[in-house]
């Protein structure tokens, strides 16, 4: 089974940075999507950031500019640079992956294997 695990999470103040990390384990895919996605509570999980086995990033129009995803293989981990963070960033953050696939999707339906989540909070 493929494992996720996320770390990084925390609270800082607005105009601050973060930078969650998630580490995979078992995820031998030769072409695959891995994302960034967040979640408050009474909303719906959305899509912050993915990345294609190409590096082909997408981002979720609010993050553009702030945020960088990027994947280090070598260490089999998953990266997502949060910068000039506000309010409205507080979320529990997870880190997902596709099984292979010829391209990135933002659904959810898209990703089988999620992390346990990990919680940033940003005070004003």
């Known amino acids: 089974q493929v494992q996720l695990v996320e770390s990084g999470g925390g609270s800082v103040q607005a105009g601050g940075s973060l930078k969650l990390s998630c580490v995979y384990f078992?995820?031998?895919?030769?072409?695959?999507?891995m994302g960034w996605f967040r979640q408050t509570p009474g909303k719906e999980r959305e899509a912050v950031a993915t990345i294609y086995t190409d590096g082909v990033t997408n981002y979720k129009d609010s993050v553009k500019g702030r945020f960088t995803i990027s994947k280090d293989a070598a260490k089999n981990t998953l990266y997502l640079q949060m910068n000039e963070l506000n309010s409205e960033d507080t979320a529990s953050y997870y880190c997902?992956?596709?099984?292979?696939?010829?391209?990135?999707?933002?659904?959810?339906?898209?990703?089988?294997?999620w992390g346990q989540g990990t919680q940033v909070t940003v005070s004003s």
């Open positions: 997902a992956a596709t099984g292979g696939t010829s391209k990135c999707y933002s659904d959810l339906v898209w990703f089988p294997f």
């Open positions: 078992r995820y031998t895919y030769s072409t695959t999507c």
